[in-house]
């Protein structure tokens, strides 16, 4: 089992920033990938970035050129520093991490945080 928390939510104007993090305990995988989801009322989850245990990263368009995911293998720890906040960036903001099993016959295993508020609004 894969503990996920996520912090760093918070109430920000327009065109400011926050940093979020999600530290990751339990059962870890060497393989793994860790994403960032929001939903914001009465939308669907949508991923906004996600960087694999090799450091790839992708991004949602919404995010590029705004977000920045990274992660420390070291810590278990991901982040995703957000600049030029807008209001629509407003959602519970998600860290989900995906374990590889490599072993046969098994699928990737996948866990969730509780997530973190986010508000943008002046």
């Known amino acids: 089992q894969v503990n996920l928390v996520e912090s760093g939510g918070g109430l920000v104007q327009p065109g400011g920033s926050l940093r979020l993090s999600c530290a990751a305990t339990?059962?870890?995988?060497?393989?793994?990938?860790m994403s960032w989801y929001r939903q914001a009322p009465g939308k669907q989850r949508e991923l906004v970035a996600s960087?694999?245990?090799?450091?790839?990263?992708n991004y949602a368009d919404s995010a590029k050129g705004r977000f920045t995911i990274s992660r420390d293998n070291t810590k278990h720890t991901m982040s995703l520093q957000m600049n030029d906040l807008k209001p629509e960036d407003t959602a519970i903001y998600y860290c989900?991490?995906?374990?590889?099993?490599?072993?046969?016959?098994?699928?990737?295993?996948?866990?969730w945080g509780q997530g973190t508020q986010v508000t943008v609004s002046s």
């Open positions: 960087i694999t245990s090799g450091a790839g990263t």
């Open positions: 339990g059962r870890l995988f060497t393989i793994n990938v």
């Open positions: 989900k991490y995906v374990g590889l099993r490599i072993a046969e016959g098994r699928d990737p295993l996948d866990f």
